[in-house]
T-cell receptor, first 117, second 115 residues
Framework: EAGVAQSPRYKIIEKRQSVAFWCNPI?????LYWYQQILGQGPKLLIQFQNNGVVDDSQLPKDRFSAERLKGVDSTLKIQPAKLEDSAVYLC???????????????FGPGTRLTVL | QQQVKQSPQSLIVQKGGISIINCAYENTAFDYFPWYQQFPGKGPALLIAIRPDVSEKKEGRFTISFNKSAKQFSLHIMDSQPGDSATYFCAAKNEQTGTASKLTFGTGTRLQVTL
């Protein structure tokens, strides 16, 4: 079974530029998550999708961050414009269905390391 | 109330020794407590998890001890090996809300197992 795929793996941009990350979850997984992991901290959930709908985006800085999962499979996360404090690893994860307590392990991709100069 | 506090920040253990990482939580609605292992350049991977109906869960060399009254749980790695060198995160969530229930992660413990 293929894991969660993410691209690019690394990205360096100047502040105020735009950047986009792509995620392909495990086949058949209905729930997709985007996390931000700042160096030395645990992952923080930015947004959670169930199929193509948003379930939780309470911690997404909506003035600059956006995300979509139009067909309920792949997802993109965009930052526009980027700030220095956005430097972090952006992790994508997927699970079968967040509503299934007891059988909802989250599988993480390798992440995209973003450096904003 | 959503915080999960993790200690120590870093840990050096000799090969064959016991590694112990501790976490404390505040939200009494949390009912699922997983531990994740993360190697450099990789995403976190679920290592072991416990629910509050038991006080201990063991899988191979990894054991979670859970103290509901103290709102604390810990990871014990017995016979630590150099291959265990990684960052470990505790986490917690409420699985019973019926709505979006997000994992709240600790700040991580960087474990180094020396020869």
């Amino acid at each position: 079974e293929a894991g969660v795929a993410q691209s690019p793996r690394y990205k360096i941009i100047e502040k105020r530029q735009s950047v986009a990350f792509w995620c392909n979850p495990i086949s058949g997984h209905a729930t997709l998550y985007w996390y931000q992991q700042i160096l030395g901290q645990g992952p923080k959930l930015l947004i959670q999708f169930q199929n193509n709908g948003v379930v939780d985006d309470s911690q997404l800085p909506k003035d600059r961050f956006s995300a979509e999962r139009l067909k309920g499979v792949d997802s993109t996360l965009k930052i526009q414009p980027a700030k220095l404090e956005d430097s972090a690893v952006y992790l994508c994860a997927s699970s079968k269905d967040y509503r299934w307590a007891g059988d909802n392990e989250q599988f993480f991709g390798p992440g995209t390391r973003l450096t904003v100069l | 109330q959503q915080q999960v506090k993790q200690s120590p920040q870093s840990l050096i253990v000799q090969k064959g020794g016991i590694s112990i990482i501790n976490c404390a939580y505040e939200n009494t609605a949390f009912d699922y407590f997983p531990w994740y292992q993360q190697f450099p350049g990789k995403g976190p991977a679920l290592l072991i998890a416990i629910r509050p109906d038991v006080s201990e869960k063991k899988e191979g060399r990894f054991t979670i001890s859970f103290n509901k009254s103290a709102k604390q749980f810990s990871l014990h790695i017995m016979d630590s090996q150099p291959g265990d060198s990684a960052t470990y995160f505790c986490a917690a969530k409420n699985e019973q809300t019926g709505t979006a229930s997000k994992l709240t992660f600790g700040t991580g413990t960087r474990l180094q197992v020396t020869l």
